[in-house]
């Protein structure tokens, strides 16, 4: 991301957290207004025009998006009058807006995080599901669809609002990849940070509060983990935060022990 994006960005993360009434329909509104903002080149263009006075994007707005509440209005205004690197990092900071206004409205105890890496499991485990989801060539509103089925009842509706959000907005991402990410926003906008553990087994609930509280003690952080079971590591664990790796799995040690060897 650009540095204009990076300060747009930011600046677009202090007016949600200091704005009021700001609900799921919130974020959910904003979510929509990135994806019909990507679809029209027209309307992109004119957004990123740093010629284009703001309050002249301000009304074209409002004369698109009819019925978005005051917190949404104010917050897609001050984005799209602020200056951006290029329009698909306008659209990516709507994006990212719209799902941290989602979790800001859900609160931190709302599991979205837990719920959008199960949803990933189950995508990267199926093939078939992941195609379905996750293919360039379906409809956004059949993959919508597939979403509330799968999801109806089953997770809160924050959560299928950002997946729902997901499926039909893929810009060239693939699903696992946006899957992280939003939950990686999400945790964000509660103050934790995401912890990537892979394990050759499950782990139960204790053995997973165990670690949860043993890495955020190292890392002087809160942290939500998403646990990814691959038995090709033998035993032990990797586990990834931000840039750090810590691999201290069966798999890495024997590698390591070969090329020991073969020198």
């Known amino acids: 991301m650009g540095s204009a994006s990076r300060e747009a960005l930011e600046a677009a993360k202090r007016r ?35 010629s284009v006075p703001a309050d002249r994007k301000a009304g074209l707005l409002a004369s698109i998006f009819v019925g978005l509440d005051s917190a949404a209005a104010a917050l897609l205004d001050s984005m799209a009058g602020a200056r951006w690197s290029s329009a698909d990092e306008l659209v990516a900071g709507i994006e990212e807006i719209g799902i941290r206004a989602v979790a800001t409205a859900s609160g931190a105890k709302a599991g979205i995080e837990d719920e959008i890496f199960a949803f990933g499991r189950a995508v990267t485990s199926d093939h078939e599901l992941e195609l379905a989801v996750g293919s360039k060539l379906g409809a956004a509103e059949d993959k919508a669809a597939l979403v509330d089925a799968l999801l109806a009842g089953k997770s809160s509706p924050s959560t299928l609002v950002i997946i729902r959000h997901l499926v039909q907005s893929a810009r060239g ?36 509060s165990t670690l949860e509280s043993a890495l955020g003690a190292r890392y002087n952080s809160t942290l939500r983990i998403n646990l990814i079971i691959d038995p090709t590591i033998v035993g032990g664990l990797r586990v990834q935060i931000g840039d750090d790796v810590i691999d201290g799995t069966v798999a890495s040690r024997l590698a390591d022990l070969r090329i020991r060897l073969a020198g």
């Not at 919130?26 to 990135?34: M, V």
Request: hydrophobic fraction near 55%.
């Open 16 to 50: 949600l957290a200091a704005a009021q009434g700001v609900t799921l329909a919130t974020g959910e509104q904003l979510l929509a207004a990135s994806r019909a903002i990507d679809s029209s080149i027209q309307l992109r263009s004119v957004l990123v025009d740093s």
């Open 173 to 208: 991402r693939r699903i696992g990849q946006m899957l992280a990410a939003a939950a990686g926003v999400v945790a964000d906008a509660h103050g934790a940070t995401v912890a990537t553990v892979t394990s050759a087994v499950p782990l139960n609930a204790a053995q997973l």
